[in-house]
């Protein structure tokens, strides 16, 4: 739910990014197997990628454990969610894995970085949109 | 920015996988154009 719901948010916002020149470029973690359903359940159109080995995202210091599942934040992610019919089906991939956003601009210099703190909290769109411009 | 330049050269150097499977490296991702790269917590 949570996840696809900040992929859906995204997707709203491709043209804005199309203009600027910048690619989208959205990496899960679970089996390849999983990327079609997730393309057609969240209608996304960029690139879409796996690191099942999760080497990406242990390099970023994203975080991996169970307090990060927990907090009010999440809760109030997840009613929102739900709310707005984004129902989590069950999960493809690691459970306990955070998330977050790199903007790397052609030279391989990063211009923005957000680690996720806990299910449900995501960088903020504008920020993203701020960091491409 | 809390993160450097050499921490994304590294991040280069790694793949990840499209839906047939293929390896792609990270760094190919970024090399024409400014790129936001997602990291979701899960496919779910």
Redesign the interface.
């Known amino acids: 739910m949570i996840c696809r719901r900040q992929v859906v948010d995204i997707q709203s916002q491709m043209d804005t990014f199309k203009k600027m020149n910048v690619r989208i470029v959205v990496i899960g973690n679970g089996s390849p197997n999983f990327i079609e359903g997730f393309r057609n359940d969240t209608g996304y159109t960029g690139d879409l990628f796996t690191d099942p080995s999760l080497k990406s995202y242990q390099l970023l210091n994203f975080r991996n454990s169970v307090t990060s599942l927990l907090g009010f934040k999440t809760i109030k992610s997840a009613l929102h969610a739900i709310s707005t019919g984004y129902l989590q089906k069950g999960i493809q991939g690691d459970a306990l894995q955070q998330g977050g956003v790199v903007v790397i601009d052609s030279d391989g210099e990063p211009v923005y970085f957000y680690a996720d703190s806990e299910a449900g909290n995501h960088a903020s769109l504008n920020e993203i949109i701020q960091a491409c411009t | 920015?809390?993160?450097?330049?050499q921490?994304?050269?590294?991040?280069?150097k790694?793949?990840?996988?499209?839906?047939?499977?293929k390896e792609?490296p990270?760094?190919s991702?970024?090399?024409?154009?400014?790129?936001?790269?997602?990291?979701?917590?899960?496919?779910?």
Do not use: C, P, S
């Not at chain 2, 921490?7 to 280069?12: A, F, K, M, S, V």
């Not at chain 2, 790694?14 to 499977?21: C, K, N, P």
């Open positions: 920015m809390n993160i450097e330049k921490l994304i050269q590294e991040l280069g790694l793949t990840v996988q499209d839906y047939e499977h792609i990270l760094a991702l970024w090399e024409k154009q400014k790129t936001v790269l997602i990291f979701v917590r899960h496919f779910g």
